[in-house]
């Protein structure tokens, strides 16, 4: 079973469109992070949240973690084919191990 | 300033053969990380390490070896090459351990096995 579930697994979208990426728990989540990797490169760190009802931005980039701490959106404002690439969350959901999400893959079409 | 740094970035190994991944970072990082990546499985996570001297058991630590004799290097042994070991392979550092600091990879190493 995968700790951190994450949908959806592709998205294909219109440059300009927005769309929300999602990363869900059946447990509490310590520590979730945001990162992002583009075909034959690492893992970029984009951002990570604590707090129940944390929000960040960064850019057209905004994450937010629920009250429960138990899914975190990742949501793209006025996508551009620069953000093209694999978002997997990462996150420590038993208080003593990491893991991380299955990844989604997007992709924007000029 | 590099980073975290693998070599090689690919490799091809026949069954039974035996390589080790190469990982390097300096950012004065005291733990370091071997995940791999396989298609739909996220990463998982192999071996790690706290600092020189010591390392542990991941995830998926079966088939792998590890060693850390100094701050700056992390390499990953693998001595039977299997066709399951077919992976994109990456070594990642953190100034403290997770979840309180983020990790910083590298480019990856991309190993078939055949």
């Known amino acids: 079973s995968q700790e951190l579930e994450q949908s959806p697994q592709s998205l294909i979208v219109q440059e300009g469109k927005n769309l929300t990426i999602n990363c869900t728990s059946s447990?509490?989540?310590?520590?979730l992070y945001w990162y992002k990797q583009k075909y034959g490169e690492g893992l970029i760190f984009l951002m990570m949240?604590?707090?129940?009802?944390e929000e960040k931005s960064h850019e057209k980039i905004t994450a937010k973690l629920d009250e429960k701490k138990q899914q975190s959106s990742l949501h793209i404002t006025a996508s551009q084919p620069s953000h093209a690439g694999i978002y997997l969350c990462?996150?420590?959901?038993?208080?003593?191990?990491?893991?991380f999400g299955t990844g989604t893959s997007l992709t924007v079409i000029p | 300033n590099a980073g975290v740094t693998q070599t090689p970035k690919f490799r091809i190994l026949k069954i039974g053969q035996s390589m080790t991944l190469q990982c390097a970072q300096d950012?004065?990082?005291?733990?370091m990380y071997w995940y791999r990546q396989d298609p739909g499985m996220g990463l998982k996570l192999i071996y790690y390490?706290?600092?020189?001297?010591?390392?542990d058991k991941g995830e998926v630590p079966n088939g792998y070896n590890v060693s850390r004799s100094t701050t700056e290097d992390f390499p990953l042994r693998l001595e039977l090459a299997a066709p399951s070991q077919t992976s994109v392979y990456f070594c990642?550092?953190?100034?403290?351990?997770?979840?309180?600091?983020?990790?910083?990879f590298g480019n990856g190493t991309r190993l078939t096995v055949t």
């Open positions: 990462g996150a420590d959901v038993t208080g003593n191990q990491f893991y």
């Open positions: 949240l604590q707090k129940g009802g």
């Open positions: 950012m004065n990082h005291n733990y």
């Open positions: 990642a550092s953190s100034y403290i351990g997770l979840p309180s600091s983020p990790l910083h």
């Open positions: 390490s706290v600092g020189a001297g010591i390392t």
């Open positions: 447990k509490t989540l310590y520590g």
